[in-house]
């Protein structure tokens, strides 16, 4: 079996509520997609996953289960009850070199958004 490291980041509608957004990613947390590298938090709606590959299969198989999670991750919210709709969601799908945040302290005297502790 190949790895490969997915990153997917998405949009919701503006009417998404946050509970409806923090019960989305804890959705996909729950199907093994991560919010942080190394305890460091990815950018807002933005996971990562390592995936394994049958050999038959190709980056544009992997590619669309990873839209599929996105899209069941949110009918699951959506069945709670909850106001949810993603706009759209970018996939990238790639099998070697490096990844990662970009290095700690990097953005230093950039502003931080509102909601992010100083």
């Known amino acids: 079996m190949?790895?490969?490291i997915a990153t997917m980041s998405y949009e919701l509608s503006a009417d998404t509520p946050p509970d409806a957004r923090?019960?989305?990613l804890a959705e996909l947390v729950g199907r093994r997609w991560k919010d942080r590298v190394k305890e460091r938090r990815m950018p807002r709606n933005?996971?990562?996953i390592k995936r394994g590959a049958e050999d038959h299969e190709t980056t544009s198989d992997l590619h669309l289960r990873c839209s599929e999670e996105l899209r069941d991750a949110a009918a699951a919210v959506?069945?709670?009850g909850r106001v949810i709709r993603v706009l759209r969601?970018?996939?990238q799908v790639a099998g070697g070199g490096s990844y990662g945040l970009a290095?700690?302290?990097f953005f230093e005297g950039s502003p931080k958004p509102p909601d992010e502790p100083g």
């Open 2 to 4: 190949r790895q490969f």
């Open 22 to 24: 923090k019960l989305l």
């Open 46 to 48: 933005t996971v990562w």
């Open 78 to 80: 959506a069945r709670s």
């Open 89 to 91: 969601a970018y996939v």
């Open 103 to 105: 290095p700690e302290g």
